[in-house]
């Protein structure tokens, strides 16, 4: 019952990263607002947790995209919030 809910985890996380890019080309999101970033954020973290519940030595350029996606996801938010405090 658990290996199938970290499936879902992954699953859901893989659709928010791809529903982000897809709302972010057909302009329903951009990336000059916090929501495409923690979509993405958001997506990364679930696969992230999805991946480390079944480890194995292949995962490891998995392990690395989903923790780089994760930060750059954090540092467009940040990037994002900044913007606001200026404004």
Do not use: P
Request: aromatic letters at 10%; one cysteine or more.
């Amino acid at each position: 019952m658990f290996d199938m809910f970290v499936t879902m985890t992954g699953t859901v996380g893989g659709v928010l990263c791809i529903l982000s890019y897809f709302l972010l080309e057909r302009g329903k999101l951009s990336g000059e607002h916090a929501t495409y970033y923690v979509l993405n954020g958001v997506g990364a973290v679930l696969v992230l947790v999805a991946v480390l519940y079944s480890f194995d030595g292949g995962d490891i350029g998995a392990i690395v995209q989903e923790l780089c996606w994760a930060i750059i996801s954090l540092m467009g938010v940040v990037k994002v919030l900044k913007g606001r405090k200026r404004a």
